[in-house]
C-alpha cells in the first residue's frame, strides 16, 4: 500500500473516532455497559452453583391427594407413602412410593428425582444395617460356614459403592470460570456488531456515503479507516473486563497469547457481520434490526451460558456457523482445559474463515451499492 | 485548441426501459461556468453521477480532462470537487475538522493541510465559525462549507448540484461571487440550478429534457434563439384572462409576469392585430400591450415545454 493509502485510512479512522467521541451516548454506553454487564452477568451465574444442599424434607400430614397438589403446598416435589406401605414392607411385597416432580423447568424435575432416590437409597442402607445388626446370632454363624470367597463377595455387595472423585478442568466447579468467555463474547458482539452496522447506514441515511465516494477515497481505505477505531475499543474493552473478571471474581486467565488470538480473530468476524449488516441496511433504522435479529438466536443458540451438548444435533449445526460458538469453544479450551492448539485449531481456522467472509461480502455488496 | 475539460460522447444511461439520459454530447472548455438546466427528473443528476464515477454509463462515453469517468474513476475523482444537492458533511464534526477530514481523504500532504484550511476558512468567510459544529451552522453556510470541502485538494473542476437551493438572496450572491473568484483562476464549474437569473450568470448553458440536449449556448445566444420578441398583454381580471387565454388555439403558453401576461405564440404580430380588429373575450377588459426582450426564463419554459414553434431552427 503507498504512503498516502495510509493517511487516507488515518482520516477515516480519527474522523469515525471523533464521532464515537463526539456521540456521548455511545461513548457512555461503551464505558459503562460493559463493567456493569460484566457485574450483573457474573453475579446472575453465581446462583448456578446451586447445590442440592438446600433441598428439604418438610413432612405433611395426610392432606396430599391429588397430583395437582405441589402448587398448593409450595413444594417441588412430593413423595406420597401410600396406606398399607408399612404392611406391604413386612410382607416382603414393598407398595412403590408415588413421586411427583414438577417438570416444568426440566431441570430441576431430573435433579429432584436424583435426590430423592439417593435420600430413600440411604435412609434403605441404614435400615438394612439396623436389621442386619440385629439379626440372631446363629445367622451369623451359619454365615461363617460359607466359604471365605463368596463371603467376602456378599460383604462388596452389601456395602455402597465410593468413587473417589477428582473434578478436572474446573476444579472448583465455579460456574463463573465457565462462563466467562459467553460474558465477553456477549458484550463485545453486541457493541461491535449494532456500532458497526450503524456507522455506514448512518452515512448513507446523512448522504455523506456519496460525499465519502466522490473522494479519491478507496473502499478498503474507507473500510479499514472505520473498523480501526471500533477494533481498538473492543480491545481496550476486552483487557477491561478480563481485569475485572480477575479482580472481582478471582478468575484466571493462561496463555494470554492464544487468548488475544482468538479475541481478535473473533473481533474481526465480529466486525465484518456489523460490516456486513451495514451493508446491506439503508437506513440506521434497518441496521439496528438486522443486528438484533442476527444477535438474538447467537445468545441463545451459541453455547456462551450453556453447554451446546444439551441442543438437539440439528441445532448445533445452526449454532456452527456463530462466530461467538467458536469463540467461546476456543476459549474454554485455553483457559479452562489448557489444551494444546491442536484441539482448538479447527474453531481458529472457522472464524478465520468467518473473517474473510463477512469482509469479502460486505466488500461486493459495497461495490454493488457504488454503482 | 486545448483539451476540454469535460467531453460527453453519446453518453448515455438506462435503467431498464426508462432512458434517464441519452446520447448526450458535448464539450466544455476550461474555466467556464456550464450551467446545466432542466426540470427535475430530466437527468442532470444522472449526468454528474455518471461524470462522478458513481453511475456506469451504459453507452457512450465521457472524459474528465482526457481520463474516462468510469474506467479511470480513481484518477478522476482527485481532479474535481463535489458540492452535494444535500447538504452531505458531518454535522458532528467541527467546520475544520470535515475541512480536514476531505482534505486527508483527498490524500492532501498533511503538511499543506493547516495552511490550505486556513485558507478554505477565509476564502468562505467562515474563520469564525471554525470550531462550530457543522450540523450548527445556517443553510448559507452548510453551502460554503462544502464547497471548502469539495476545495481542498484544490481540483480543476468543480461539480455543484443545485448549491443555491433553499438560499437566501445574500448567501446566494455569496456563492455566485465566489464562484466567479473560482472561475476567474481558471476553475471549470459545473452546475445545475433552477433559478433563471443564476442561468444569466454562467458563461454557457446547457438544456435537458426527457435524457436529451437540447441546446448548448452562451445565455444571449439562448435568447436570440427566440423568433420574435415576446408578446405581452395587461388584461383585467388577469387570473381569469390566464385561464381562458391558455386554451386559445395556436397559444402554446402563457405566463404571468408582474401582473402582465406573455405569451407564447408562433406569430405573436398576426394575433395582435387580429385582436386589435376584435378583442373575443367580452368578460374580459383589454388593457394593453407590449414587447418583451425574452429572458431565461423565457428559454427555459420554451425549451422544456418543448414550444418549438416560437424558436428558430436549432443550429448545430
Given at each position: 500500500m503507498k504512503r498516502g493509502s495510509f493517511s487516507a485510512i488515518a482520516s477515516v479512522?480519527?474522523?469515525?473516532?471523533?464521532h464515537i467521541y463526539r456521540d456521548r451516548r455511545v461513548l457512555i454506553l461503551l464505558l459503562i455497559l460493559p463493567p456493569v454487564f460484566t457485574l450483573v452477568f457474573g453475579h446472575a451465574f453465581e446462583a448456578g452453583e446451586m447445590k442440592n444442599e438446600t433441598f428439604q424434607w418438610r413432612v405433611e400430614p395426610a392432606t396430599v391427594t391429588g397430583e395437582w397438589d405441589l402448587l398448593g403446598h409450595?413444594?417441588?416435589?412430593?413423595?406420597?407413602?401410600?396406606?398399607?406401605?408399612?404392611?406391604?414392607?413386612?410382607?416382603?411385597?414393598?407398595?412403590?412410593?408415588?413421586?411427583?416432580?414438577?417438570?416444568?423447568?426440566?431441570?430441576?424435575?431430573?435433579?429432584?428425582?436424583?435426590?430423592?432416590?439417593?435420600?430413600?437409597?440411604?435412609?434403605?442402607?441404614?435400615?438394612?444395617?439396623?436389621?442386619?445388626?440385629?439379626?440372631?446370632?446363629?445367622?451369623?454363624?451359619?454365615?461363617?460356614?460359607?466359604?471365605?470367597?463368596?463371603?467376602?463377595?456378599?460383604?462388596?455387595?452389601?456395602?455402597?459403592?465410593?468413587?473417589e472423585?477428582?473434578?478436572?478442568?474446573?476444579?472448583?466447579?465455579?460456574?463463573?470460570?465457565?462462563?466467562?468467555?459467553?460474558?465477553?463474547?456477549?458484550?463485545?458482539?453486541?457493541?461491535?456488531?449494532?456500532l458497526m452496522a450503524c456507522t455506514l447506514a448512518r452515512e448513507r441515511e446523512a448522504g455523506t456515503l456519496y460525499q465519502l465516494m466522490v473522494t479519491s477515497l478507496r473502499r478498503r481505505e474507507i473500510v479499514i479507516g472505520k473498523i480501526l477505531p471500533y477494533l481498538a475499543i473492543s480491545v481496550v474493552l476486552i483487557v477491561g473486563i478480563i481485569f475485572l473478571t480477575s479482580w472481582h471474581f478471582q478468575v484466571q486467565f493462561h496463555d494470554p497469547g492464544a487468548l488475544a488470538v482468538i479475541c481478535l480473530l473473533f473481533l474481526l468476524c465480529s466486525l465484518g457481520m456489523g460490516l456486513l449488516i451495514s451493508a446491506i441496511s439503508r437506513t440506521q433504522t434497518q441496521a439496528i434490526q438486522f443486528s438484533v435479529f442476527f444477535l438474538l438466536p447467537v445468545f441463545v443458540l451459541s453455547g456462551a451460558f450453556a453447554p451446546l451438548e444439551q441442543l438437539p444435533k440439528a441445532i448445533r449445526y445452526v449454532s456452527e456457523l456463530f462466530p461467538l460458538t467458536h469463540f467461546c469453544r476456543a476459549f474454554r479450551l485455553v483457559n479452562l482445559y489448557r489444551a494444546t492448539p491442536q484441539y482448538y485449531a479447527?474453531?481458529?481456522?472457522?472464524?478465520?474463515?468467518?473473517?474473510?467472509?463477512?469482509?469479502?461480502?460486505?466488500?461486493?455488496?459495497?461495490?454493488?451499492?457504488?454503482? | 485548441m486545448t483539451e476540454p475539460a469535460i467531453l460527453l460522447d453519446h453518453l448515455s444511461k438506462s435503467y431498464g426501459d426508462i432512458h434517464a439520459v441519452e446520447e448526450l454530447s458535448l464539450a466544455i472548455t476550461p474555466g467556464t461556468i456550464f450551467g446545466f438546466l432542466g426540470a427535475n427528473g430530466a437527468g442532470k443528476t444522472t449526468t454528474i453521477r455518471m461524470l462522478c464515477g458513481l453511475v456506469r454509463p451504459t453507452s457512450g462515453s465521457a472524459k474528465i480532462t482526457g481520463a474516462d469517468v468510469w474506467r479511470q474513476r480513481h484518477i478522476v475523482r482527485s481532479k474535481f470537487g463535489y458540492v452535494a444537492q444535500r447538504f452531505s458533511l458531518y454535522r458532528d464534526l467541527t467546520v475544520?475538522?470535515?475541512?480536514?477530514?476531505?482534505?486527508?481523504?483527498?490524500?492532501?500532504?498533511?503538511?499543506?493541510?493547516?495552511?490550505?484550511?486556513?485558507?478554505?476558512?477565509?476564502?468562505?468567510?467562515?474563520?469564525?465559525?471554525?470550531?462550530?459544529?457543522?450540523?450548527?451552522?445556517?443553510?448559507?453556510?452548510?453551502?460554503?462549507?462544502?464547497?471548502?470541502?469539495?476545495?481542498?485538494?484544490?481540483?480543476?473542476?468543480?461539480?455543484?448540484?443545485?448549491?443555491?437551493?433553499?438560499?437566501?438572496?445574500?448567501?446566494?450572491?455569496?456563492?455566485?461571487?465566489?464562484?466567479?473568484?473560482?472561475?476567474?483562476?481558471?476553475?471549470?464549474?459545473?452546475?445545475?440550478?433552477?433559478?433563471?437569473?443564476?442561468?444569466?450568470?454562467?458563461?454557457?448553458?446547457?438544456?435537458?429534457?426527457?435524457?436529451?440536449?437540447?441546446?448548448?449556448?452562451?445565455?444571449?445566444?439562448?435568447?436570440?434563439?427566440?423568433?420574435?420578441?415576446?408578446?405581452?398583454?395587461?388584461?383585467?381580471?388577469?387570473?381569469?384572462?390566464?385561464?381562458?387565454?391558455?386554451?386559445?388555439p395556436g397559444i402554446l403558453g402563457v405566463s404571468l409576469r408582474s401582473g402582465s401576461l406573455r405569451l407564447y405564440t408562433a406569430d405573436s404580430e398576426k394575433l395582435v392585430a387580429e385582436w386589435k380588429n376584435k378583442w373575443?373575450?367580452?368578460?374580459?377588459?383589454?388593457?394593453?400591450?407590449?414587447?418583451?426582450?425574452?429572458?431565461?426564463?423565457?428559454?427555459?419554459?420554451?425549451?422544456?415545454?418543448?414550444?418549438?414553434?416560437?424558436?428558430?431552427?436549432?443550429?448545430?
Open positions: 479512522a480519527y474522523k469515525e473516532f471523533l409450595a413444594v417441588q416435589a412430593a413423595l406420597i407413602i401410600p396406606q398399607g406401605w408399612n404392611d406391604g414392607l413386612a410382607n416382603g411385597d414393598p407398595i412403590p412410593l408415588r413421586l411427583y416432580l414438577d417438570g416444568s423447568d426440566t431441570n430441576t424435575a431430573d435433579m429432584l428425582e436424583g435426590s430423592v432416590q439417593k435420600t430413600l437409597g440411604d435412609f434403605q442402607l441404614s435400615e438394612r444395617q439396623v436389621m442386619v445388626d440385629a439379626l440372631p446370632e446363629d445367622v451369623f454363624e451359619l454365615a461363617k460356614k460359607l466359604p471365605v470367597q463368596v463371603r467376602k463377595q456378599f460383604v462388596s455387595m452389601m456395602e455402597p459403592w465410593k468413587t472423585g477428582k473434578i478436572l478442568y474446573n476444579p472448583k466447579t465455579r460456574f463463573i470460570d465457565y462462563v466467562v468467555p459467553g460474558v465477553i463474547g456477549l458484550i463485545l458482539q453486541l457493541i461491535t456488531v449494532t479447527e474453531d481458529l481456522v472457522l472464524l478465520a474463515v468467518g473473517v474473510l467472509i463477512t469482509f469479502l461480502g460486505a466488500m461486493i455488496l459495497l461495490k454493488r451499492v457504488e454503482q | 475544520e475538522e470535515n475541512i480536514r477530514f476531505f482534505g486527508g481523504a483527498c490524500r492532501v500532504p498533511r503538511g499543506e493541510l493547516p495552511a490550505r484550511t486556513d485558507r478554505l476558512l477565509e476564502l468562505t468567510d467562515l474563520t469564525t465559525k471554525r470550531h462550530a459544529p457543522a450540523g450548527s451552522l445556517s443553510g448559507g453556510m452548510r453551502q460554503l462549507l462544502a464547497l471548502a470541502c469539495a476545495l481542498v485538494h484544490e481540483p480543476p473542476l468543480l461539480f455543484l448540484d443545485e448549491p443555491t437551493s433553499g438560499l437566501d438572496p445574500v448567501h446566494r450572491q455569496q456563492m455566485w461571487n465566489l464562484l466567479y473568484d473560482l472561475s476567474h483562476r481558471g476553475i471549470t464549474i459545473f452546475v445545475t440550478t433552477h433559478y433563471m437569473d443564476e442561468a444569466e450568470r454562467c458563461t454557457e448553458v446547457g438544456f435537458i429534457e426527457k435524457g436529451r440536449l437540447l441546446a448548448k449556448a452562451p445565455p444571449r445566444a439562448l435568447k436570440a434563439s427566440f423568433h420574435a420578441k415576446l408578446l405581452e398583454i395587461e388584461v383585467e381580471p388577469v387570473m381569469e384572462a390566464l385561464v381562458r387565454l391558455r386554451e386559445v373575443p373575450f367580452p368578460e374580459l377588459c383589454w388593457v394593453g400591450h407590449r414587447w418583451a426582450e425574452p429572458d431565461m426564463e423565457d428559454v427555459f419554459t420554451a425549451y422544456s415545454q418543448g414550444y418549438a414553434a416560437v424558436l428558430k431552427p436549432a443550429q448545430s
